[in-house]
């Protein structure tokens, strides 16, 4: 069945949306409110799925749904679109799209952070962050300005957990020093010159991971994620379709396997450094390292992200908010104009300041 979320106001008949400011349903029609009433199989906290399971396609049928989804032809996003819904631009690219181009079936969200931060909070985050930026081209900040209005995403997230034993091989460095009598300047002076002292070891290291993130989508670039971050996911939220009303949820591109695939090389990193750690000494050599790895588990989570896509003298320029910090990243303009000025006022400041000493010489 494709799963169709519907939440009409018992007043009115208009849809709710979910407002980030009580945390509540809201109608803007009639003003009415109701709230987010927990409900279904995820009560009692954001529970994690088996990752083995997942990959045989074993995992229960109440896990999986198919939502219909829009596929953007420029940068491929498939975005959740209500059934009203004909036409529209993506919210990640701004290029005209047709919606309900079909099905996109997957894992269920396990879990969500739900937007702390509304539509005019993200925007004057936004158009500060631009006001900051003294080469943006004054054109642009005017037009993000008075654009439409940003558009509230769901970014999915793949998290990981796992249990970790690592067997290495390696060599602790301890510095010392010896002393060299050498020749400067016609006499004997006497150094200290740095060696290392190497020796063999060997040890094991255990860590047990918990909620490696890694982005599940392609549609935005990973520097601009991976610059809204940190995510307090231990404020994560049960899924309920309810937080979902009045925004858009992306389906996840990156397959659970690929996503885990990432999730091992943060894994290998930290764990590296923990040999590091447990060989000790001044310097470390890591020679071998193998790892095993049990008790996989998995969720897939949403994440709240404040998006506007413009279009300004046939360029595109994306810009992503936190919906929960108000952290800003985006793709940075530049004013020829205002850079050519610069260069100009600096050429003749540093022609000034030659002219005062030249002048006192």
């Known amino acids: 069945m494709t799963e169709e979320h519907r939440f009409p106001c018992s007043n009115c008949g208009a849809d709710f949306r979910f407002d980030p400011d009580n945390g509540m349903l809201v109608c803007d029609h009639c003003g009415n409110t109701q709230e987010v009433v927990a409900r279904g199989p995820w009560d009692g906290g954001v ?37 009203d819904v004909h036409a529209a631009q993506c919210p990640f690219c701004a290029t005209p799209v047709v919606t309900d181009t079909g099905t996109h079936r997957h894992i269920k969200p ?23 930026l003294w080469f943006a081209p004054n054109g642009l900040q005017e037009y993000a300005r008075k654009g439409r209005k940003m558009t509230g995403i769901y970014v999915p997230y793949w998290t990981f957990d796992a249990d970790t034993k690592s067997a290495y091989r390696g060599e602790r460095g301890t510095i010392y020093y010896e002393s060299r009598t050498v020749m400067r300047d016609g006499k004997r002076q006497t150094v200290r010159v740095q060696k290392i002292r ?71 990193r930290q764990i590296e450094r923990d040999v590091k750690f447990d060989i000790g000494g001044d310097r470390q050599r890591i020679h071998q390292v193998q790892t095993e790895i049990s008790n996989e588990t998995f969720k897939h989570i949403l994440l709240p992200v404040w998006l506007a896509a413009y279009k300004y003298r046939g360029k595109s320029f994306r810009f992503v908010v936190n919906g929960r910090t108000g952290r800003v990243q985006g793709e940075r303009p530049w004013s020829a104009w205002k850079i050519a000025f610069a260069v100009l006022l600096g050429l003749i400041v540093a022609a000034g300041i030659g002219y005062v000493v030249a002048m006192n010489q």
């Open 198 to 268: 190497w020796r063999p070891v060997s040890g094991r290291v255990a860590r047990f991971f918990d909620d490696v993130l890694v982005l599940a989508s392609h549609s935005l670039p990973r520097r601009f994620t991976d610059a809204l971050e940190p995510w307090d996911l231990s404020s994560m939220e049960p899924y309920r379709p309810e937080f979902l009303a009045g925004f858009r949820a992306e389906g996840y591109q990156v397959d659970l396997d690929e996503g885990f695939g990432e999730a091992r090389i943060k894994m290998d």
């Open 47 to 83: 529970r994690e799925l088996d990752f083995k399971a997942a990959l045989q396609n074993l995992l229960p049928l109440q896990e999986m749904e198919e939502t219909r989804v829009s596929k953007c032809p420029n940068c491929a996003a498939e975005v959740e679109f209500d059934p």
């Open 110 to 132: 396990r879990g969500l952070l739900p937007f702390a931060l509304d539509e005019g909070q993200a925007r004057t985050a936004m158009t500060d962050w631009l006001g900051g």
